[in-house]
């Protein structure tokens, strides 16, 4: 008997992937993601700091201005753990507050821990402030302090 043999070029070409090589590929991300993301969640963490230490020394330095441009005192205290207010005078609650900031991580930016030293501090109309001031930004190791001069002027370094 004779056999009718279907020529291999007349098959039609199966597509796709194999399940082994889907799984090679899973794999392979998965490790990628495993070295990756550790280093992802430190670099989010360091620019949220960064974003919160902006923040604040630009309200330090609004504050500077806003005493001299309104010709009153302004006070600068801490509300809580991770909030601060610019106020027309630092100890009377019925002052006009100007602003108030929340830095806490359930808005877009914020650090785990924010401290103030002292807690409130008063810029005078000259564009001098009663005593030096330091606030501390730390999230997961990372730190950034903002400082207040005396003289009214506003740094921002590495935290030691």
Request: proline share 6%; charged share 15%.
């Amino acid at each position: 008997m004779i056999g009718i043999s279907v020529p291999v070029a007349n098959r039609a070409p199966t597509g796709g992937f194999t399940l082994v090589e889907m799984l090679i590929a899973m794999v392979c991300f998965a490790m990628l993601l495993a070295i990756v993301g550790p280093k992802f969640y430190q670099i989010t963490g360091r620019y949220r700091v960064d974003e919160a230490t902006t923040m604040v020394a630009t309200d330090l330095r609004q504050a500077v201005s806003l005493a001299a441009r309104r010709q009153k005192p302004i006070g600068i205290s801490l509300e809580g753990t991770s909030r601060y207010v610019l106020k027309d005078r630092a100890n009377s609650p019925a002052d006009t507050v100007r602003l108030r900031r929340n830095l806490t991580f359930a808005t877009d930016i914020g650090p785990r821990t924010l401290s103030f030293s002292p807690a409130t501090v008063t810029v005078y109309p000259i564009g001098i402030v009663d005593q030096a001031f330091t606030v501390t930004l730390t999230s997961d190791g990372y730190s950034r302090q903002v400082t207040l001069s005396p003289a009214g002027q506003v740094r921002v370094v590495a935290a030691p």
